[in-house]
């Protein structure tokens, strides 16, 4: 079988037959229609015209197997020699179009092109060349209008292929004379946009352009939406104009702003036709996956095969057009072919892909790229781009009433256990729904819930976490649960971080905190019967006997061994001169260094060098050991010794016989493991290596293994504070290693619409200066756009107090 599989069908009643001839590179199996596209169009002229003035249409399909320009170039002699009106192009094979381009201008003969631009242009374009598809031009333009539209001043554009910047050229033009930003990111080869979104994430760019076909563009949304970048805050712009074909639904809900373009007239007569018949071939052909929508290329084909019956009908008003064979070896041109080419551009109809007419370059004129929007059900049409007159949107983007979107909404909050902040009321198990927790941050919901007029549904978080981002970009915990809209709101001890705020949105802090350290009180112990003992440790005192004994017995041996110790205690009685005597007897020998020892002396004093030697010894020894027992013991027994081994945090990080560790999976951990500063990172080190795990899964676990074991906790200081005044065995050691505020989480981009910037409702103000609730006071300076909260909690008998400010 030839590469070029010819489907045409003999003409059975041919008058004068209008053929144009169309090249397709459309796959058969799930195709994109376009062999049914240019049926239809054909069936359709053929019923409606009128068979006496008119001949019947017929088109050659020709199948492009791949995009080689030589291949195409033999086709094209075969197309030539069989004598065709026009040629329609393929959707996509840049190489097979520039040469059906160069030897349709050669021959003269039109060439209805539905390809995307060409990326090098043509010096001089081919006078015989129509595009019918929009533009990229007209889709900058339209992009900067939009961008404008937004407001947004430092945007992002995401190219799947390397021309996207060839082809959005008007665009990136429009940024270099304007203060706006605009940051491109290049997909490579590996094709995964996770990290060129997380960099887009990071840099807090709300306005994201999508330069990519349908099937990226999908995968682009998934990841993104993986990432937490599905949220109000985020505005997406596709610049496919196949934006129909991307499935929304099962990656965004409405509250994403995705915009993208459409050119079909959907109230065009054969539009649902159109759409049913390419929807039930689909199902035929192609049973992996649903029919996703019109593809734009065989609309475009649909209307090119109208267009050229449009031009040819009007020019055989004036002279009998007739198909003239060409051959490739002669340079005879189609004589028609100037004036067809002529009428082509003045033809004017409404097409599937809106009104057709050309300019004088055979680019659309005067037609409308429609912009849509995703909403609940389905897209919907925001606004319009005209080719003259420019955007027009329909519609004011929703401006969003704050009273009216949380007036009778119930919002699911997501909180975590942890005391003062929320708690479980001690007869939980008889209450109910959000009966059943209490605490500052519960009293501080309850109070924005009715100043709000919202409901809300309290729900503790799922892995018992705050949140912390995994390797993969996902976040656990609380702050997952906002980015996945599981939760609206995080009303907990909730600490702002830089990390977070990439992700979601904190309101103001209502309260402001630092990391401490929290260890036990070193109870000085009460003086014991032998505390006397206690400056110098059993071994001290086991050698110093030792040494005592081992002092007496050389004594003893040297005095024995010496002569000069053995003398006549009564020299003159000289008769008795062999009668020598000697001092160190054994008693002796054990009493004379008890007597050195104690600094008292003794009467015996020693005679020889030998024995004078071991005692001077003995004395220097007992000087030291008496001059540090005494330094000692006063130290021992006058200071009740209250404070502890460790003073401040540098004290901790230089000695590892005491634990420390923090929450697992909170801020503190994270605030350890992100910090630059090397006392922080060696701490991070020693937590992160010790086995076991010096981290513990609640400040109740972490509370217990100060008291029980040589362990120091780091954690709030408002924690600590609180715990502090519960038991006076905990103490703080140091001060703050940092600041940080505790703010109400919300999903990315909620922040503008819901809580923190709106107009609280004038109220009596007196309303709130006697609000109580079952133990908190709430009091304002009388200034609504700011309220202090005070909060007796009474069963501690501590203030917690907190500024929100609206
Ligand atoms: C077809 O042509 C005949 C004669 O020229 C004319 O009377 C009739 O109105 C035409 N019908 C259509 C549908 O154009
Ligand atoms: C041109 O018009 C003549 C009658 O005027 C008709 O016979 C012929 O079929 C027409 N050709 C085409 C291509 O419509
Ligand atoms: C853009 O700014 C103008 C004027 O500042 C404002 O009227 C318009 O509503 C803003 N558009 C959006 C979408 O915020
Ligand atoms: C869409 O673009 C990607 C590359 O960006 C390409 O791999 C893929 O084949 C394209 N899909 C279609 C249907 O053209
Ligand atoms: C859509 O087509 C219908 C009928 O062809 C036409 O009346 C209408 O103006 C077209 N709408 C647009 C937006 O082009
Ligand atoms: C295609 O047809 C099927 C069944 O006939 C229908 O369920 C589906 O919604 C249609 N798809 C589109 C995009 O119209
Ligand atoms: C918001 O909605 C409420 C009730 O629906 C209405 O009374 C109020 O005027 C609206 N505010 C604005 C600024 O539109
Ligand atoms: C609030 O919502 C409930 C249920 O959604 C509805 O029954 C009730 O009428 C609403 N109240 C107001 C004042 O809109
Ligand atoms: C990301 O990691 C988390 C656990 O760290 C896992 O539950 C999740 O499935 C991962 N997501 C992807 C897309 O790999
Ligand atoms: C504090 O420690 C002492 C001694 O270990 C113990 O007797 C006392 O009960 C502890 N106090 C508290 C509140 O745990
Ligand atoms: C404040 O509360 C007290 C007692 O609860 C009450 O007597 C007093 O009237 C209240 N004041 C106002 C302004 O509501
Ligand atoms: C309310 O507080 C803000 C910020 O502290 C201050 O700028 C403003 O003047 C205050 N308004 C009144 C009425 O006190």
Redo the contacts with the bound molecule.
């Keep these: 079988m030839s590469p070029w599989e010819q489907l045409s069908v003999a003409s059975l009643f041919v008058l004068s037959p209008v053929s144009p001839a169309a090249i397709l590179d459309d796959p058969m199996e799930c195709s994109r229609g376009e062999r049914l596209a240019i049926t239809l169009a054909k069936d359709s002229i053929n019923r409606n015209t009128n068979r006496s003035t008119t001949g019947k249409l017929e088109v050659d399909i020709f199948e492009l197997l791949r995009d080689s320009e030589y291949e195409m170039g033999e086709t094209m002699c075969q197309i030539m020699s069989k004598g065709v009106v026009a040629v329609l192009g393929p959707s996509a094979s840049p190489a097979s179009n520039s040469i059906i381009s160069n030897i349709c201008g050669e021959k003269e003969v039109p060439y209805v092109k539905v390809a995307p631009e060409d990326i090098l242009k043509v010096q001089f374009p081919r006078f015989t060349t129509l595009d019918l598809r929009p533009t990229n031009t007209d889709i900058s333009l339209a992009v900067a209008g939009l961008l404008t539209f937004f407001n947004s001043t430092t945007s992002c554009l995401i190219c799947a292929q390397a021309d996207c910047l060839l082809n959005l050229e008007q665009l990136l033009r429009q940024f270099l004379i304007s203060k706006e930003t605009l940051s491109v990111r290049m997909l490579d080869d590996s094709q995964d946009p996770t990290p060129l979104l997380k960099e887009i994430r990071d840099d807090k760019t709300a306005t994201i352009i999508v330069d990519a076909n349908a099937t990226m563009s999908h995968i682009i949304l998934e990841r993104a939406s993986e990432l937490g970048m599905l949220s109000v805050y985020y505005t997406y712009i596709f610049t496919s104009l196949e934006f129909s074909l991307l499935r929304l639904d099962d990656v965004a809900d409405q509250r994403v702003n995705i915009v993208g373009f459409s050119v079909f007239n959907k109230t065009h007569p054969f539009f649902q036709d159109f759409v049913l018949s390419l929807n039930r071939s689909w199902q035929e052909n192609c049973d992996h996956a649903p029919f996703a929508g019109t593809p734009l290329s065989s609309a475009l084909l649909f209307d090119a095969v109208y267009a050229v019956v449009a031009a040819v009908q009007e020019l055989n008003r004036s002279q009998n057009v007739g198909a003239t064979q060409l051959s490739c070896k002669s340079s005879k041109i189609w004589e028609h072919g100037t004036s067809l080419m002529n009428y082509l551009r003045m033809v004017e109809l409404e097409g599937l892909t809106g009104h057709i007419e050309f300019n004088s370059k055979g680019q659309r004129s005067n037609y409308a790229l429609r912009i849509m929007q995703n909403s609940k059900d389905g897209l919907r049409q925001i606004g319009l781009w005209h080719s003259e007159d420019g955007l027009s949107m329909e519609r004011k983007l929703p401006s969003i009433n704050v009273t009216d979107t949380l007036f009778n909404t119930t919002l699911t909050i997501t909180t975590i256990l942890e005391n003062p902040y929320v708690m479980l009321r001690q007869n939980h198990q008889e209450l109910e729904g959000n009966d059943r927790y209490e605490g500052f941050c519960v009293d501080m919901l309850k109070e924005l819930a009715d100043i709000l007029k919202f409901k809300y549904r309290i729900r503790l978080v799922g892995d018992g976490l705050y949140g912390v981002p995994g390797a993969n970009g996902t976040w656990t915990g609380m702050v997952g649960e906002l980015i996945s809209r599981k939760a609206d709101l995080a009303v907990a001890g909730l600490t702002i971080t830089a990390e977070r705020e990439k992700v979601i949105d904190f309101s103001k802090p209502f309260m402001t905190l630092g990391i401490s350290i929290m260890y036990r009180v070193h109870l000085g112990r009460r003086p014991g019967y032998f505390s006397f003992l206690d400056p110098f440790s059993p071994g001290v005192w086991l050698f110093m006997l030792l040494a005592y004994l081992a002092v007496s017995c050389v004594l003893f041996l040297v005095a024995r061994l010496t002569p000069y110790e053995w003398y006549n205690p009564h020299p003159c009685l000289k008769g008795r001169c062999n009668l020598l005597i000697n001092q160190y007897s054994l008693g002796n020998s054990f009493w004379f260094p008890v007597g050195g020892f104690m600094q008292q002396g003794s009467t015996i004093a020693p005679r020889a060098l030998s024995t004078r030697c071991v005692s001077g010894v003995w004395w220097a020894f007992t000087l030291i050991i008496i001059s540090s027992y005494t330094a000692n013991l006063a130290a021992f027994l006058t200071v009740q010794r209250m404070e502890v081994p460790i003073e401040s945090v540098d004290d901790l990080a230089d000695q590892t016989a005491i634990e420390y560790g923090t929450m697992h999976g909170g801020s503190t951990m994270t605030f350890f493991q992100n910090s630059r500063y090397q006392t922080y990172q060696r701490m991070w080190n020693f937590m992160h290596s010790k086995k076991p795990s010096v981290f513990v899964k609640s400040t109740e676990e972490g509370i217990a293994r100060v008291l029980n074991s040589n362990y120091a906790y780091l954690l709030e200081s408002t924690m600590n504070e609180y715990y502090r005044q519960r038991n006076c065995n905990l103490t703080q050691i140091g001060g703050l290693l940092d600041t940080k505020g505790y703010g109400i989480g919300m999903p990315l981009g909620e922040s503008n619409h819901r809580v923190s910037e709106r107009s609280v409702p004038r109220k009596n103000p ?1 309303r709130f ?2 609000l ?1 609730s079952t133990h908190g006071v709430i009091s304002h300076n009388g200034n609504l756009s700011e309220m202090c909260f005070f909060f007796f909690l009474q069963k501690i008998n501590i203030f917690v107090s907190a500024k929100v400010v609206f």
Excluded: A, L, V, Y
């Design positions: 007196s200066s006697n109580t």
